[in-house]
């Protein structure tokens, strides 16, 4: 699997603010570690049964993450065609099997605190996790992730950083290229669930009851 990870950090990069709601919609973020049942509010969740059995997992007791926002659409040669054209030679592909792909994305906040503040505890586990990520046996899909900054408003804003999970796959025709994606980030989501990756019982969380009154709530 094709797997690295960037950073966009400057002062201009856009940061991830949660809680959020869109002014010009109904999407809203909602808390699936207090309420799991809410996802069934997430419309990309429902079309996309792969995509919401990730936001469970990933939102589940000992997962160490949060997660914040996600959406998931398909690559069509009329809409990214560059993008289809870039992925394939990076994959090193025949073309004729990467004629239309399935992408997704996940925005995800560490909760163990000493972790979701730190830049450089990030950069060092998203080394490990991309190293372990070129080992899995999807040749036909990649996983890319940006370090980006994040502000967690609840009784205060507490600043830090979000990681960005981008999983996309290619095929010959929409619904290989979607079977392909499903079972890509079924393995992602499995390497990111790896026990060494769980914050230590005993250590400060970001969404811990008693740092914070109300629980943080989860983006659709």
Same mark, same amino acid.
């Given at each position: ?42 419309? +990309? #969740?429902?079309?996309?049964?792969? @995509?919401?059995? =990730?936001?469970?997992? &990933? !939102?589940?007791?000992?997962?160490? %993450? ?30 004729t099997e990467a004629k239309t792909g399935f992408a997704s994305y996940i925005d995800l906040l560490w909760r163990e605190r000493s972790v979701f503040a730190s830049a ?19 040749? +036909? #899909?990649?996983?890319?992730?940006? @370090?980006?900054? =994040?502000?967690?408003? &609840? !009784?205060?804003?507490?600043?830090? %950083? ?59």
């Open positions: 699997m094709l797997s690295e990870w960037s950073a966009e950090c400057s002062q201009d990069a856009p940061t991830l603010v949660v809680p959020w709601s869109d002014p010009n919609g109904s999407a809203h973020f909602i808390d699936l570690r207090a309420n799991p049942y809410d996802l069934a509010e997430i419309p +990309e #969740a429902e079309q996309h049964p792969a @995509l919401g059995r =990730a936001l469970r997992s &990933l !939102n589940a007791t000992r997962s160490p %993450f949060l997660t914040a926002k996600c959406d998931a659409w398909q690559l069509t040669p009329t809409t990214h065609a560059e993008q289809l054209e870039a992925l394939t030679l990076e994959l090193m592909l025949d073309p450089h505890q990030q950069q060092d586990r998203l080394d490990r996790i991309v190293r372990r990520a070129q080992r899995l046996p999807h040749r +036909e #899909a990649a996983l890319e992730c940006i @370090l980006r900054p =994040a502000v967690l408003d &609840l !009784n205060g804003p507490l600043e830090g %950083f979000s990681v960005s999970l981008y999983v996309t796959a290619l095929g010959p025709e929409a619904a290989i290229a979607h079977r392909r994606w499903e079972l890509a980030l079924e393995d992602v989501v499995a390497l990111l669930r790896g026990r060494d990756l769980e914050a230590p019982r005993g250590s400060a969380t970001i969404d811990a009851a008693d740092a914070y009154p109300l629980r943080v709530r989860h983006v659709g």
